[in-house]
T-cell receptor, first 115, second 113 residues
């Protein structure tokens, strides 16, 4: 158990719909990262938040948005869903500190299926 | 942001040592090298991290030459349960800075009986 909690684990929805994926980082971790992994593909970096602020952005579609709340949990919002958005969405957290780079702790992912 | 290149796949047999090499020709001075392991439908899991020379932990060793343009993950005496995808990434993880932490395509390791 990594300590990162993602909900829901599975989600099936239709094209054009909107969904929200939720992530609770490990206790004490200030950074949250979102990744997308389509079938048999690598991990695509979407976005990073640090202590409530957006810090880095990858190739995240305009239909997607995210935020990190004061309690440090994060939500990834996916709207106007298309078939190609079907994927595993992972959240990871880490401690960014002056001690140097740490490791990412990944959740179990949310599997989104768009029909 | 340093880009990484790894072999797409590798095969091995139980009990053998496996070495997976990652190229990162434009690694920056502040970059660390980190390896992750991913099983199907699971999130990646940290294996090892290093900056230079050699790092060893209970599951793997990481060899980094002096020029740091490549690194080699060494898995001693692999078992069937080591069948997974292995990712190499470089990261400068500066405090309070943004980190894109880009994973490359990874190396799909198949361990055979």
């Amino acid at each position: 158990d990594s300590g990162v909690t993602q909900t829901p684990k599975h989600l099936i929805t239709a094209t054009g719909q909107r969904v929200t994926l939720r992530c609770s980082p490990r206790s004490g971790d200030l950074s949250v990262y979102w990744y997308q992994q389509s079938l048999d593909q690598g991990l695509q970096f979407l976005i990073q938040y640090y202590n409530g602020e957006e810090r880095a952005k990858g190739n995240i579609l305009e239909r997607f948005s995210a935020q990190q709340f004061p309690d440090l949990h994060s939500e990834l919002n996916l709207s106007s869903l298309e078939l190609g958005d079907s994927a595993l969405y992972f959240c990871a957290s880490s401690v960014n500190s002056l001690a140097g780079p740490g490791e990412l702790f990944f959740g179990e992912g949310s599997r989104l299926t768009v029909l | 942001l340093a880009k990484t290149t790894q072999p797409i796949s590798m095969d091995s047999y139980e009990g053998q040592e496996v070495n997976i090499t990652c190229s990162h020709n434009n690694i920056a001075t502040n970059d660390y090298i980190t390896w992750y392991q991913q099983f199907p439908s699971q999130g990646p899991r940290f294996i090892i991290q290093g900056y230079k020379t050699k790092v060893t932990n209970e599951v793997a060793s990481l060899f980094i030459p002096a020029d740091r343009k490549s690194s080699t993950l060494s898995l001693p005496r692999v078992s069937l349960s080591d069948t997974a995808v292995y990712y190499c990434l470089v990261d400068d993880k500066v405090f309070n800075a943004g980190n894109m932490l880009t994973f490359g395509g990874g190396t799909r390791l198949m361990v055979k009986p």
